[in-house]
Each structure stands twice: as structure tokens, then as C-alpha cells.
């Protein structure tokens, strides 16, 4: 099984409100990744996390906050965001950021930010 | 810096036509090359994983080759339902981070 599941699919928000995306995965995966996607462009990495520790941050605005409570999940909290944080965002997990495996991605929740 | 560029850009063939998708990179010691597959509004698809120059894998009409520079994406005799954008991505930074290229848009005609 090489599933990655993220929940809600789609979710519009206000630029007051505050949400959270969430990630699972069942894989026994260390690494797990946030990326953002817009149209008909490459995913783009948002944070790295490792053994349950943040170990990357691409310079990401703070009003986007991720968490890992623990090893299968990941979240993603969103506070005052803008109209250009509207994207495709996706929730990947490897085996360990340690080795060089590849990647599994999950369907990915549409954010609207109105 | 590490640089990883996809070509063509978008590719429009026949059912039955076959053709090659490139994906060169430039990186400070590769740590493995990535497929993926990607349909509109879903998630990428993990293809293959490539490690060493000379390495091929194959599934389907898709055959992943690696040389030292560059990758090559083989789909032999396609049908419409191989549309989609194809990514490929490589490790770096202690394979920390996964980055795409650009992508290539193929889509088959019937």
C-alpha cells in the first residue's frame, strides 16, 4: 500500500479564517513533505520533515504553520491567508530523508482563498 | 546550481506514435532521478526510480533510461489514456529535498 491520504479535497476560505490541512500516511514513513502547486506549474517545497522534526523550511510566510503530531500524520494550519495562496497543496512521505527513495503523493487538497 | 530542465515543454502525438521526453539536470552529485506521472488536479504518481548511468526500468509502454547528464522518458506506441504531465525530479541537499523539473505536457490523439 502506498498510500497517502489528505483531507478536506477542496476548501475555500476567507482571508480571516483559520484551517488546517491534514496529511496520513500507514507507510512507516520518517520524511514527510508539504509542497504547493499552481497551474501548470512543478510542485514546489514548502517544509521537510524528518523523524518527526522540521529539518526544512523554504522561507514559507507564517501564515502557513505545519505540525507532525506523530510519524503517520502531518498537518498544515493556515492563518490570514491571501488570494495567491490559492494552489493545488500536496502531502508527500518517503521511507527516511536520510536515503535516497522516492516519494509518494497524495491527491492533494484545492485551496480558495476568497 | 542544481538545475533540472524538462523538454519538450508540451508534445502532442498520435495514438501509436511513439516518442522520447527529456529531463537533464545539472546537480552536486545526484542521489537518485524520479517519474512521475501527473493528471489535472490530482497528485503526482510515483513511474520509477533511477540511481546510475546505464540504469533502465520499464512498466507498461513507459521505459526510463539515465546517462550522466540527462533522462529519457520512452513511451512506445501510446494511447489516449497516457495523457498527462510528466515530471521527473531529483534529490538533493543530502536528498532532503525532492525538486521538479518543469514538466511535459503529452497528450494522444486518437
Known amino acids: 500500500d502506498t498510500e497517502v491520504t489528505q483531507t478536506p479535497k477542496h476548501l475555500v476560505m476567507g482571508m480571516t479564517n483559520k484551517k488546517s490541512l491534514k496529511c496520513e500516511q500507514h507507510?512507516?514513513?520518517?520524511?514527510m513533505y508539504w509542497y504547493k502547486q499552481k497551474a501548470k506549474k512543478p510542485p514546489e517545497l514548502m517544509f521537510v520533515?524528518?523523524?518527526?522534526?522540521?529539518?526544512i523550511n523554504e522561507s514559507v510566510p507564517s501564515r502557513f504553520s505545519p505540525e507532525c503530531p506523530n510519524s503517520s500524520l502531518l498537518n498544515l494550519h493556515l492563518h490570514a491567508l491571501q488570494p495567491e495562496d490559492s494552489a493545488l497543496y500536496l502531502c508527500?512521505?518517503?521511507?527516511?530523508?536520510?536515503?535516497?527513495?522516492?516519494?509518494?503523493f497524495g491527491q492533494g487538497t484545492r485551496l480558495t482563498v476568497v | 546550481e542544481d538545475q533540472v530542465t524538462q523538454s519538450p515543454e508540451a508534445l502532442r502525438l498520435q495514438e501509436g506514435e511513439s516518442s522520447s521526453l527529456n529531463c537533464s539536470y545539472t546537480?552536486?552529485?545526484?542521489?537518485?532521478l524520479f517519474w512521475y506521472r501527473q493528471d489535472p488536479g490530482k497528485g503526482p504518481e510515483f513511474l520509477f526510480t533511477?540511481?546510475?548511468a546505464g540504469e533502465e526500468k520499464e512498466k507498461e509502454r513507459l521505459k526510463a533510461t539515465l546517462t550522466k547528464k540527462e533522462s529519457f522518458l520512452h513511451i512506445t506506441a501510446p494511447k489516449p489514456e497516457d495523457s498527462a504531465t510528466y515530471l521527473c525530479a531529483v534529490r538533493i541537499q543530502g536528498a532532503q529535498k525532492l525538486v521538479f523539473g518543469q514538466g511535459t505536457r503529452l497528450t494522444i490523439n486518437p
Open positions: 508527500a512521505s518517503s521511507q527516511s530523508s536520510l536515503i535516497f527513495t522516492e516519494a509518494f
Open positions: 533511477l540511481y546510475s
Open positions: 546537480v552536486s552529485g545526484l542521489r537518485g
Open positions: 520533515y524528518s523523524y518527526e522534526k522540521l529539518s
Open positions: 507507510m512507516g514513513h520518517r520524511a
